[in-house]
């Protein structure tokens, strides 16, 4: 692993880049970052509905199957609005990066996410038939609802929880050595949120159009709980990790 220190430097070169890339290069890979994280949650949805009987133990194991999305993306390639938000924050707390170059890039990420969510909830999840099937799509309509019923202060704060630990592991990421390292820094924290049932803007992107598409839900419940998740988000991965590893770390530079 890198020292922290050597971390930081690492994060501000990395939120420069994600700001640099090309507006067609950051829709593809964004778009592959909300499939890839949508396709993690279906693999969770998948497994805990397959469990009975097992309490949160089911949780765990469905838990354990998500981190998938963000290994791809981090190892492979793709852009994640969650962990944008804290490494092109590192950048912006460096003077490295403007705020209309943040906000650029957080939207146009954003965008190309939804798409890639709306992609796999509708072709995977509907026309598949991966989450409109009895059994699985009891357990989708189960998650889904569990996030549209609460209220927006609620989803605010279970979305700071949520992109703490995501801006971590892709901090921890960033620091690793190897292959097997990098899997390892996003496995565990990735897995512990999920676990926990925290909200992930991005899943929530996936998961509740999952259940519209099936007449479960309606646009408007989506929408009242994906802007509080998403502004939880920011303050978990733009304050929560990007702030306080800066100006912690700053005096070692």
């Given at each position: 692993?890198?020292?922290p220190?050597?971390?930081?430097e690492?994060?501000i070169?990395?939120?420069?880049?994600?700001v640099d890339?090309?507006?067609?290069?950051?829709?593809?890979?964004g778009?592959?970052?909300?499939?890839?994280?949508?396709l993690?949650?279906?693999?969770y949805?998948?497994?805990?509905a397959?469990i009975?009987?097992?309490?949160?133990f089911?949780n765990?194991?469905?838990a354990?199957?998500?981190?998938?999305g963000?290994?791809?993306i981090?190892?492979?390639g793709?852009?994640?609005i969650?962990?944008?938000?804290?490494?092109?924050?590192?950048?912006?707390?460096?003077?490295r990066?403007?705020?209309k170059e943040?906000?650029?890039?957080?939207?146009?990420?954003?965008f190309?996410?939804?798409?890639?969510a709306?992609?796999?909830?509708?072709?995977f999840g509907?026309?598949?038939?991966?989450t409109s099937?009895?059994e699985?799509?009891h357990?989708?309509?189960?998650?889904?609802?569990?996030?549209t019923d609460?209220t927006?202060?609620q989803?605010?704060?279970?979305?700071?929880?949520c992109n703490w630990f995501?801006?971590?592991a892709?901090w921890?990421?960033?620091?690793?050595?190897?292959?097997?390292?990098?899997?390892?820094?996003?496995?565990?924290p990735?897995?512990?949120?999920?676990?926990i049932?925290f909200?992930h803007?991005v899943?929530?992107?996936?998961?509740i159009?999952a259940?519209?598409?099936?007449g479960?839900?309606s646009?408007?419940?989506?929408?009242?709980?994906?802007?509080?998740?998403?502004f939880?988000?920011v303050?978990g991965?733009?304050i929560?990790?990007?702030a306080?590893y800066?100006?912690?770390?700053?005096?070692?530079?």
């Open positions: 692993m890198l020292t220190s050597e971390i930081l690492v994060t070169e990395k939120g420069r880049g994600k890339t090309g507006f067609i290069q950051k829709m593809i890979l778009f592959v970052g909300g499939a890839m994280i949508s993690g949650y279906l693999a949805i998948r497994v805990i397959s009975t009987d097992w309490g949160s089911a765990l194991i469905g354990a199957v998500f981190p998938i963000l290994i791809v981090v190892m492979a793709g852009e994640l969650t962990g944008n938000i804290m490494a092109v924050a590192t950048s912006w707390f460096a003077k990066v403007t705020m943040l906000l650029s890039n957080w939207l146009v990420i954003t190309a996410n939804l798409l890639g709306l992609f796999v909830a509708y072709f509907h026309v598949v038939g991966l099937s009895a699985y799509l357990k989708t309509v189960a998650v889904a609802t569990a996030k609460a927006a202060l989803a605010f704060i279970s979305g700071i929880g995501v801006g971590l892709v921890l990421a960033y620091g690793a050595k190897d292959a097997a390292g990098k899997i390892l820094a996003i496995w565990f990735v897995m512990t949120f999920v676990a049932g909200q803007s899943a929530n992107m996936f998961v159009p259940a519209i598409f099936e479960e839900s646009w408007l419940a989506f929408i009242q709980n994906v802007i509080p998740v998403y939880g988000n303050v991965g733009a929560f990790v990007a306080i800066f100006y912690g770390l700053k005096k070692n530079k």
